[in-house]
């Protein structure tokens, strides 16, 4: 079945303006109108930003193709997917996926701040003679550099990783990026989480289930020793931020007042913890009846749009959501990204070498990735229903549905058709089988494999039902949605 009109004209827009994107940020690494080209060379940011993409890539499909798999008995794909079994093998052994999660959400916040230092606009931007209005878009606004990152780097990713987990996960890039994320997770840098995680927990009154014995005294003595010292580091990092912004000592915009700029701070802050709540409470909400949802006024809009009709907003609000997250973390980096102007003194009267360390964006993106996102993905999970009761909650769907309707990151699926061709990726269901062949091998999924509730911010991270037609034209009409998608999407179709 061909596409229609309205799908070709969104895809075609948004792939010329995400071309067009490209060729401006590119053009300013060229002209040195980057942190990274300015202080360094270009070569090395042109090196740094495609670097950074193309591990996001990995990044976030690597999470939707883990969470996936985790019902699918891996001794089926042990022999054909040796390096997909060496994956999941680690990642679902005990709490490992909770702890991969946790340093997998750093590691995001970290590239898209790598990203903002090697390609976002920094000082007087002459770029070919653009018109102001143009470079207030592209450049003050963002926009450039949202939607490069944001479709190249995220959704094209979490598109094929919904189909093709199995391939996906079948590279090397794939283990390392696993071992890369247990690695910050085991270095304690986000160990105020759990703390976080057991107060929340405390106070819905459910204990955090896990897959592990209880620690030694040992193992938990160090545990709560790197808990006290990520508190410490959490603590320090907010003061270096706060005195920087309110010295005016960030990259903030011109003008700006250093109240304001705390007060924007903030409200990003919270928007992006919304917006990353939002997809563990409906996670956690897509399988509840509806006559245990609850009364509340607006948990009930919000399961209405999102549950109602085809079921296709429920993916949809993960598209625009990745849309406005990215958004807002860009605007955070240019925030608590620290900047010393000429003659002015360092944060705390540190050395130079300690301010370069400030400088580098470090110390925002670990508040990022535990105050306003991992923080609000543990409130969610043990609170969904409250969660989707806030009204708060129905305006940022509302937004993220009109924003995935725009059609502004169609291009995303154009990537993920192109590239699904050139690599070869094929569906899971070749290789596995669907969910009732893998039951009849006496294989069948563990639907209990994982935890949802206090503790565990499971998230939502296949888009394959809400695929365009010239992307579902690249897969079988005969064969049935990957049982990923089918796992948490089903109840709510029906």
């Not at 309707?405 to 995303?412: M, P």
Request: a negative charge; charged letters at 15%; one cysteine or more.
């Amino acid at each position: 079945m061909a596409p229609g009109p309205l799908t070709i004209i969104k895809g075609t827009y948004s792939t010329l303006l995400l071309i067009f994107s490209i060729i401006l940020i590119m053009g300013l690494i060229a002209e040195r109108n980057t942190k990274i080209s300015a202080d360094v060379h270009p070569a090395m940011a042109y090196f740094t930003i495609w670097a950074a993409i193309l591990w996001l890539m990995m990044v976030e499909g690597g999470q939707g193709s883990l969470v996936g798999l985790t019902p699918v008995n891996p001794e089926i794909y042990r022999e054909s997917h040796k390096t997909a079994f060496r994956c999941t093998s680690l990642a679902h052994k005990g709490d490992n996926l909770d702890r991969y999660l946790l340093g997998r959400q750093f590691m995001v916040v970290l590239v898209v701040f790598t990203v903002n230092m090697s390609g976002g606009p920094s000082g007087d931007i002459t770029l070919w003679g653009l018109p102001d209005w143009l470079k207030s878009i592209m450049f003050g606004g963002g926009a450039a550099m949202i939607l490069f990152t944001c479709m190249v780097g995220q959704l094209n990713s979490q598109v094929i990783a919904s189909l093709c987990m199995l391939d996906y996960t079948n590279t090397y890039s794939a283990l390392l990026t696993l071992w890369v994320a247990m690695f910050i997770e085991w270095t304690g840098l986000l160990h105020s989480s759990y703390v976080i995680s057991m107060i929340v927990s405390a106070l819905a009154g459910k204990p955090v289930e896990s897959k592990e014995p209880p620690r030694d005294v040992a193992s938990t003595l160090t545990f709560f020793t790197k808990c006290v010292i990520s508190c410490a580091m959490l603590g320090f990092c907010f003061a270096v931020t706060l005195v920087a912004l309110f010295d005016g000592k960030t990259t903030m915009w011109e003008g700006v007042p250093p109240t304001v700029a705390v007060i924007i701070f903030f409200i990003l802050m919270s928007v992006v913890g919304m917006l990353e709540g939002m997809q563990i409470a409906f996670f956690a909400v897509a399988k509840v009846p509806d006559s245990e949802r609850g009364e509340a006024k607006f948990a009930k809009m919000t399961c209405d749009i999102l549950f109602g009709g085809t079921g296709n907003n429920l993916p949809g609000f993960m598209i625009g959501r990745q849309l406005c997250v990215v958004s807002c973390m860009f605007f955070i980096a240019r925030v608590t990204s620290v900047s010393i102007p000429e003659g002015e003194s360092n944060i705390f009267g540190v050395s130079d070498g300690l301010q370069e360390f400030f400088n580098t964006g470090l110390l925002g993106a670990v508040i990022t990735t535990i105050v306003g996102s991992i923080t609000w993905q543990l409130v969610a999970a043990a609170f969904p229903l409250a969660f989707l009761g806030n009204p708060i909650t129905y305006i940022l769907l509302r937004i993220c549905l009109l924003l995935e309707a725009s059609g502004i990151c169609s291009g995303a699926w154009v990537i993920a058709a192109v590239l699904k061709k050139i690599i070869g990726y094929q569906r899971d269901e070749i290789y596995i089988g669907t969910a009732d062949e893998r039951a009849k091998m006496d294989m069948a999924d563990a639907d209990d494999m994982v935890f949802v509730g206090p503790g565990h911010p499971v998230k939502l991270p296949g888009f394959g039902e809400s695929a365009p037609q010239a992307l579902k034209d690249l897969m079988k009409e005969d064969v049935e949605s990957s049982q990923f998608v089918a796992s948490i999407f089903g109840e709510a179709q029906k």
